[in-house]
């Protein structure tokens, strides 16, 4: 656990805590000044080198290197992409949906993020059938997952925490159901990635993507996909890139020979500048330990909701929560962000729900400071007599 006094310190490394309350981490985690380092240091690669693709090219293996430290993977296990729907892709488009094997069902809650339910929804002219479970008061209970999946299953996506409410899924319990009945697990770790730390193969999931931008703490334009070892040379994506090839410098324009590792999921070149800037970031949240995020992010969390409990507000994440992010359902969620944002509080909204989201670098003034700006306009939030247990 971070005492008060490293909190200030790490802090002082985010320009932009200076002059906001910073709940905004679901959307756009904040900028620290090891990763405008990283755009200094990618410029100045650029600007000093007559051919800078060979520092590029280290530079975007030790990424892959970090990345796959940083959830328990082996590098060859990761490819790099440029968000979390280009790393679906490939692998939605890798599997078969014909039937021949009797698995063509897709299983996934309702709460996960569009780009998931589209892309699936997009593999139905290939024989794609998409079952959506229906949520129940904001959570989508194991149990739906174990009366849905069966032995016509062919791969459950799930939303490790939900971007709508802040609920978050059993993982070990569901990929345990889907492995049961031969079906695959693909985890969307989107919305916790960078709160706590993460094992994929503790988990036992077949396929994890996630993005920098937020909880990583860095730019947005990078993502990065987990394929399970065994799983890798069993599929052939049908979208690809030289990049992706196993030679990538044999330049053989009438030869298609995919890498055996996951760098066969990858597209074309690597976004280079981004690269750059997230590994400063996964750097600094390896550095402070993300057993210390999480304590952090667990200890705002857990007095936000109970002042939230106190004021009567209607919360769609359920009261156990360790975070990070609590969605409070709101009358008028478009007002209330004006006067949050009017304050200097940064929080965002999806549906009529408003989205608080804490990270290490938060406190519990920030925790006190949302509250009283609650409580200064309860009439535009939805009031319950009795807060949900
Ligand atoms: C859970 C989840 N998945 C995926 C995404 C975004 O995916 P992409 O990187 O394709 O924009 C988000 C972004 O808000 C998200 O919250």
């Known amino acids: 656990m971070l005492t008060d006094e490293q909190i200030l310190e790490l802090r002082s ?16 985690g904040a900028l620290s000044d090891a990763v405008e380092a990283g755009l200094h240091e990618y410029a100045a690669s650029w600007r000093t080198s007559a051919a800078p693709w ?25 490819a790099i992409v440029t968000s979390a729907s280009a790393g679906i ?21 309702e709460y996960e993020f569009p780009t998931m339910g589209q892309i699936w929804l997009a593999q139905r002219p290939r024989g794609a059938e998409i079952q959506f479970l229906d949520g129940v008061n904001n959570t989508a209970p194991t149990e739906c997952y174990e009366r849905a999946i069966d032995k016509t299953t062919r791969i459950v996506p799930l939303t490790q925490v939900s971007f ?10 569901i990929a345990k159901i889907a492995h049961a009945q031969g079906a695959l697990l693909f985890l969307d770790g989107y919305q916790d990635c960078g709160t706590r730390p993460i094992d994929v193969k503790a988990l036992d999931v077949d396929f994890f993507v996630t993005g920098t931008l937020k909880y990583l703490l860095g730019p947005p334009g990078l993502g990065f996909l987990y394929v399970r070892r065994e799983l890798i040379e069993t599929l052939t994506p049908p979208i690809t ?32 500048p981004n690269i750059y800037l997230a590994r400063p ?3 600094l949240l390896t550095g402070i330990g993300l057993d210390n995020v999480a304590a952090q992010i667990e200890r705002l969390t857990r007095a936000f909701l109970k002042g939230v409990r106190d004021l009567h507000i209607d919360c769609k994440t359920p009261s156990s929560s360790v975070g990070p992010l609590v969605v409070l359902r709101a009358k008028d969620a478009a007002s209330v ?31 006190n400071v949302a509250l009283t700006a609650l409580e200064d306009n309860l009439e535009l939030m939805n009031i319950i007599s009795e807060p949900r247990a």
């Open 13 to 28: 490394h985010f320009p932009i805590l200076r002059e906001k309350t910073y709940l905004y981490n679901c959307s756009q």
């Open 54 to 78: 060979d520092d590029w090219m280290v530079a975007y293996q030790g990424l892959r290197v970090a990345l796959a430290r940083l959830i328990n993977a082996q590098p060859e296990e990761v």
């Open 89 to 109: 892709n490939p692998i939605a488009n890798a599997l078969q949906f014909d039937g021949l094997d009797g698995r063509n069902k897709v299983v996934m809650s």
């Open 164 to 173: 709508v409410n802040g609920f978050r899924s059993d993982v070990a319990a």
């Open 241 to 272: 890139s030289w990049m992706a090839q196993r030679d990538v410098f044999a330049f053989n324009t009438k030869c298609l020979d995919p890498s055996p590792d996951a760098r066969r999921f990858e597209g074309g070149s690597p976004s280079i």
């Open 281 to 283: 970031a996964i750097d």
């Open 337 to 367: 962000l004006a006067k949050l944002t009017a304050r200097g509080i940064a929080v965002s909204t999806r549906r009529d729900g408003v989205r608080f989201a804490f990270h290490v670098y938060n406190t519990l003034d920030d925790v």
